[in-house]
């Protein structure tokens, strides 16, 4: 009994990583919007978005 409910303790365990690690990465497989200036990108809050190549992207500062 004791190794049935730790396997299942396991298995729980592993299939909520599994799709915490599905769920992070599909959040940022979005198709990049294109553009021609920095006007063209969508302002979002606390994002600094810029134009650069064609395509909107959130330019991380340090």
């Known amino acids: 009994m004791d ?3 730790k396997f299942v303790y396991l ?10 690690i599905i769920k992070s990465n599909s959040f940022y497989s979005h198709v990049p919007n294109p553009c021609i200036t ?5 302002r979002r809050a606390g994002m600094n978005i810029r134009c650069r190549k ?5 330019l ?3």
């Open 11 to 20: 298995l729980i365990r592993f299939l909520s990583i599994f799709f915490l």
């Open 54 to 58: 064609g395509y909107c992207v959130n």
């Open 38 to 42: 920095d006007k063209d990108c969508i």
């Open 3 to 5: 190794e049935t409910l």
């Open 60 to 62: 991380i500062l340090r």
